[in-house]
Nanobody, 121 residues
Framework: QVQLVESGGGLVQAGGSLRLSCIAVRRIFSININTMGWYRQVPGQQRELVAEVTRGGEPSYADSVKGRFTISSISGRNSVSLEMNTLKPEDTAVYYC?????????????WGQGTQVTVSS
């Protein structure tokens, strides 16, 4: 129904910056994407929300990244980017693009395949 294409992961030194991008490709045109964001997961840990933005709303961030990460989207396009600055080793994780959408009141979560972000000391 919806394929999320991610890019931008990689290896960065602590204090550096990295930008993640995600584009939602709809296979069913009637599906509306209402929310897009980024989650991350490390081994043995639950996948957690990093940042997300809802159409017409304000972006939200996890406390651990607030002030360092910025999520943005282009109006009218089902895409989102995550600008990550002042990266820390604890930011190391697999980052997953997420989109919430549907053709009615019911919404479905869509996930990207994940991109590795590694921050070295």
């Amino acid at each position: 129904q919806v394929q999320l294409v991610e890019s931008g992961g990689g290896l960065v030194q602590a204090g550096g910056s990295l930008r993640l991008s995600c584009i939602a490709v709809r296979r069913i045109f009637s599906i509306n994407i209402n929310t897009m964001g980024w989650y991350r997961q490390v081994p043995g840990q639950q996948r957690e929300l990093v940042a997300e933005v809802t159409r017409g709303g304000e972006p939200s961030y996890a406390d651990s990244v607030k002030g360092r990460f910025t999520i943005s989207s282009i109006s009218g396009r089902n895409s989102v980017s995550l600008e990550m600055n002042t990266l820390k080793p604890e930011d190391t994780a697999v980052y997953y693009c997420n989109a919430k959408g549907g053709s009615g009141t019911a919404m479905t979560d869509y996930w990207g395949q994940g991109t590795q972000v590694t921050v070295s000391s």
